[in-house]
Every structure is written in C-alpha cells, then in structure tokens.
C-alpha cells in the first residue's frame, strides 16, 4: 500500500479539505517576543496573540465558496498560492506538530483503504464539533458499515 502512496491524490484532497473546514487544532495561542505592529495594533512583549485555524480556514479571500466541502479545489496549485498561514491545520513555525507528514500519510492509507472494503453511511447529517484540545464531534457520529 505504502507504494500507492503517491497515486492517493484525490484521497489526500478529501483529507486536506476535511482538515480545512474542521482542523484537528482549531485554534492556537502564541506569546509576542519583540515588539510589533500587525493590523494597527501595537504588540508588546509578551502579549498573548490567538491564532484559530477555524476563522482562517473559511476565510473567502483565500477560499472561493469557504463552507462548501470541495476536495477538487486542491487538484491545482491552490496550496503554492495561498499566503503563508492561510492553511495550517497542525500550526506552523517552530512549533508546528512534528507529527503532521506521519499523520497525513497515515490517514490518507487509512481512508483508501477503508474505502476499498467498506462502503459507509452516516445516518445523522447534522454534527455539532466541539473545541476541546482538539476539534471532535460534540455527541460522537452513528454510521453503518457494510463490506463492499
């Protein structure tokens, strides 16, 4: 499977998308180090400065229809363009999740093969998340599994 790795283009774009709209870290908060101003607002030393993923993510001058799920909009060059930190599901800099390359490729092979053997159903369509540590659904998701 790990061969077929590179040919789960689409695979990874249903997952890059997911991680758009409902980022595993919704949300980050960093300490200001020196002296800054960003949008007119002058930061001092040690200010606290959040960042939500959430906000960013369906933010339309960087994403053409933000609340729509639309994996193909990662088939281009979207992912060169985007400023920097207009996507970033596992933060970013230095201390950025160092686990991020292993989890993408491991959920990619996970869900291409689920995909391959289990057709999936999820009977409630409506799912609240809740921001705890990480973004999760508020009350679980009920499915039916079925081998294909």
């Known amino acids: 499977m790990l061969k077929t790795f ?12 997911s991680m758009r709209l409902y980022p595993p870290a919704w949300g980050m908060a960093r300490l200001v180090k020196e002296e800054v101003e960003v949008a007119g607002y002058k930061l001092m030393p040690g200010n606290g400065v959040a960042c939500a993923q ?4 369906r933010d339309p001058r960087w994403f053409d229809e933000p609340l729509n ?12 363009r985007l400023p920097r930190f207009a996507y970033f599901p ?5 201390r950025q999740c160092i686990g991020n390359s292993f989890a993408l490729m491991e959920a990619t092979l996970i869900l291409a093969t689920i995909g391959a053997e289990i057709s999936l159903s999820i009977g409630e ?10 973004l999760r659904p508020s009350h679980g998701i ?3 599994l079925e081998a294909r």
């Open 6 to 17: 590179p040919r789960l283009a689409y695979t990874t774009n249903v997952l890059t998308e």
């Open 54 to 57: 959430w906000v960013v993510h």
């Open 69 to 80: 799920f639309l994996p193909e909009r990662w088939e281009g060059d979207l992912a060169k």
């Open 90 to 94: 596992f933060g970013g800099g230095p």
């Open 125 to 134: 369509t409506s799912v609240k998340p809740l921001a705890s540590i990480t």
């Open 142 to 144: 009920r499915a039916t």
